[in-house]
């Protein structure tokens, strides 16, 4: 197993392969959560690597090899803008990937925890070049995530900078990017959810609801849709969470 340490573009990023790989092995692109970066995902490339994939693990802005030593409390103010600036960073990576001839065919997902599967779904509504997703602990619903997000901060006693108007203009830039807007964008795309009912950093009712509601769309092949609950976890993946995010990406890029 290959483990480089590369930047492209802009973007630096951990690429893991085999040395028998080319440009007819899918591709993921795993995107870490808010305060994380790259390496701390290693454990799903490792996966998905021993299963066939080559893997992409960027850091997203202000993370990682981009951090700016910004406190958590300062980065919350920018979790919208790395948000949507991963989701156009996402399609970078795509165009590289056919750059750099390691891609010869549409076998791609994307995939991520947290705050990187918040992005993943973003992508989905943008994206028609992906095949497949895996959405752990992510809210597919933006505007509702972000208002969350702001009773959260007035509950802990967190002044947030934003007057009214601007919360509404930060909304309306949100709903280009919010797929719960427009569900049939999923498209029938095999699409995999994991969440813990217990999660108090993305409700566990708002993306399970959705999901209610998504089935709908997936009438003609509803195995392609899968909601994988632990009614014990709260914002952590378990070990049993990963390993079915991971065989499934491989499964339905294979």
Known sequence: MLVKNEIWGHIPLLHISTDNMNENTPVVIFLHGFMS????NLHYAYQLVNKGVRVLLPDAKLH????E?????????HFWDIVLNSIHEVEQLYKELKNKQLIANNKIGVAGTSMGAIVTSGCLKLYDWIQTAAICMGGPGFI???????????????KFPMSEQEVQKTNELLAKYDISLTPEQFAGRPVFFWHGEH????????????????RAYYDENPSNLKFITDKHAGHTVTREGMLAATDWLAQHLA
Request: proline share 2%; aromatic share 10%; no cysteine.
């Open 37 to 40: 970066a790259k390496e701390h």
């Open 64 to 67: 990682g090899d981009r951090s």
């Open 69 to 77: 030593g910004l406190t958590e409390t300062r980065m919350n103010l």
């Open 199 to 214: 999660d108090k950093t993305v409700p566990f009712n708002d993306t399970y609801n959705f999901y209610l509601t998504l």
């Open 144 to 158: 509702k995530l972000g208002a969350y997000q702001l009773q959260q901060m007035a509950k802990n006693g967190i």
